[in-house]
């Protein structure tokens, strides 16, 4: 994929990027001692003390590649295997999967009763999926896709690794318009007016969803590699330069950033004025976000943290390297911990009565508090 990337005109910086990124998931991959797995999923017994109850486990596939969604008791999800998988959330029971012609990139997406996920090579393709059954209701060749997909204003938004942005139509798959703008990591997001915004490797541009046009740019303050989210008004992501940034929706322009000790790559969590990040050495900063925010450090682990930061039921939630899902108070005490598959590259999703974790060999867990 490097050569590829490469061949269609990287910049220096964003070369850079791919050796970093390529070299911290090769050191996840390879260059750790995997801690002794339990026997058959048996994993409740790897918890601690105040960890909430495991109510089933399952196995979906080899390793989910992105993108988790719950949705109307069920779960979907994209696997290595080339499937996309529908999970009953009450028992963990497998409702249907879907084969698609190519490695599925960024996980999927779930609106309404149709699903959509995008492969990745040798094929290069984004499909819409029936929620019920997994039938197939349309496939478009757009190029390989590796980044999550989005959906502004019945516009489906793929970001193929050529560079390419390109405009599907919802209902039918009809290749609305496509703009080379160069290679991107993260899901385009709606901004007003029906435009939205995508960050590639050098720039962000605001971009109308009907036509495509670019209406706006900006140099981007770093190479965003983690999903947006939104505080405030703001949008906020952590670059592979170790910044925490924040942006003006409308503008473009960074309102704020601050300096940790290392690549943020995976997506932080907001809670109320509060800011909780992690980089990939393993520190947890806690920032209070006002216009001169400050970054403290409040907790530093053994095992790098390979997934977005999650708030749930009070508690900052990190997965590792290691396949171990900590919960941390806000003041960075560790409250509990269990243990999963390795790596855990997913954020747990917070459910009504509990959390759904999943681990790094397509293992689902469902816990009840």
């Known amino acids: 994929m490097l050569g590829s990337i490469v061949n269609a005109g990287m910049s220096k910086g964003a070369l850079s990027l791919a050796l970093l990124l390529g070299t911290v998931n090769a050191a996840c991959a390879h260059g750790m001692q995997a801690p002794a797995a339990p026997a058959a999923f048996a994993l409740d017994s790897a918890a601690t003390p105040g960890a909430p109850a495991q109510v089933w486990h399952a196995k979906a596939g080899r390793r989910f590649t992105g993108r988790l969604v719950v949705s109307d008791g069920t779960i979907y999800g994209g696997s290595v295997d080339r499937k996309v998988y529908a999970i009953n959330l009450s028992d963990g029971e497998q409702r249907w999967s879907s084969r698609l012609g190519g490695m599925i990139g960024g996980g999927v997406l779930v609106a309404g009763e149709t699903i959509f996920a995008a492969s990745s090579r040798p094929e290069g393709r984004v499909y819409a999926l029936a929620a019920g059954t997994g039938r197939r209701i349309w496939r478009t060749s757009t190029g390989p896709v590796n980044a999550p997909l989005a959906l502004v204003d019945s516009i489906v938004i793929a ?55 670019v209406i706006r740019r900006a140099a981007s303050p770093g190479a965003v590699v983690s999903p947006w989210i939104e505080q405030h008004g703001l949008l906020v992501a952590g670059t592979a330069d170790s910044l925490l940034v924040a942006v003006d929706r409308d503008s473009l322009h960074v309102r704020w950033q601050v300096k940790l000790d290392a690549p943020v790559l995976d997506s932080p969590a907001a809670v109320g004025d509060t800011l909780f ?32 930061v999650a708030d749930v039921d009070g508690f900052v939630l990190l997965g590792g390297a290691d396949g171990t899902l900590r919960a941390l108070r806000p003041d960075g005490h560790e409250a509990w911990r269990m243990q999963l598959r390795w790596p855990i590259e997913i954020a747990p999703v917070a459910l009504d009565d509990g959390i759904l974790a999943v681990g790094g060999e397509g293992d689902l867990h469902r816990y009840r508090r």
């Open 277 to 308: 990040a992690a980089s990939r050495r393993g520190s947890l900063f806690r920032i209070v976000a006002d216009t001169a925010p400050t970054a403290t450090r409040i907790a530093e682990l053994d095992w790098p943290v390979t997934s977005p």
């Open 159 to 213: 970001e193929t690794q050529r560079g390419d942005i390109v405009g599907l139509d919802r209902r039918t798959g009809a290749i609305r318009w496509r703009r080379r703008l160069g290679p991107a990591r993260v899901p385009a997001v709606p901004a007003d007016s029906g435009t939205l915004i995508v960050a590639t490797l050098d720039s962000l541009f605001r971009m109308t969803a009907g036509d495509g046009k």
